[in-house]
């Protein structure tokens, strides 16, 4: 007599179809990647390794110079820093309008980061409450994301810290108390 633990377990229970399993696993990873940002047809986001067997120079998975680094970063973001400090010299004028770059000067851009100087302080104050804008003309001229940040510096003016007219003290600061 057969009892019901010598016939096949496919017998005694209802199985899923091979294929609907397999279609099921792969919409659930397809769904996955999703949430994830990735897209079908999209490229590898990750450079393959370089083949490092018979080379006796650096290779892929060798410590990189800081400065390739950021200039690959860069050259991903839509060009070098030089560059962009390039045409923001240049066009300085065009960029912030005429009025404006009577007033204040370029210093520097490094990394995202726009440095300029104002002629007197209270254009410095006004320079600070028009950034917000001047971010949204440079996203608009230059490209989003170029110019992450504006810093306002105050007019450079001569200090007596050192020479001849130098007293021991506070100095300058003793009367703007």
């Known amino acids: 007599m057969s ?13 899923t179809p091979a294929r609907q399993v397999a279609a099921g696993a792969l919409a659930r990873a397809k769904k996955a990647a999703a949430q994830r940002g990735y897209r079908p047809g999209d490229p590898a986001r990750r450079r393959p390794l370089a083949d490092t067997t018979g080379s006796a120079g650096p290779g892929a998975r060798d410590p990189q110079l800081i400065g390739s680094t950021v200039g690959g970063l ?17 066009s300085w004028a065009d960029l912030v ?40 003309r440079f996203a608009a001229d ?17 200090r007596f810290r050192t020479g001849p007219k130098r007293v021991p003290g506070r100095g300058e600061r003793d009367t703007f108390r």
Request: with cysteine; charged share 20%; proline share 6%.
């Open 142 to 158: 230059l490209g989003d994301g170029v110019v992450v940040e504006i810093t306002v510096l105050n007019p450079g003016g001569p």
């Open 3 to 15: 009892s019901e633990w010598d016939r096949p377990l496919r017998d005694l229970v209802e199985l």
């Open 74 to 90: 860069l050259d991903q973001l839509g060009g070098t820093s030089d560059q962009v400090a390039g045409v923001l010299k240049h």
């Open 97 to 136: 309008g005429p009025e404006v770059a009577e007033h204040c000067e370029y210093v520097s851009f490094s990394g995202g980061a726009l440095t300029m100087r104002a002629s007197s302080t209270s254009w410095a104050t006004q320079l600070r409450f028009l950034a917000p804008s001047m971010l949204g």
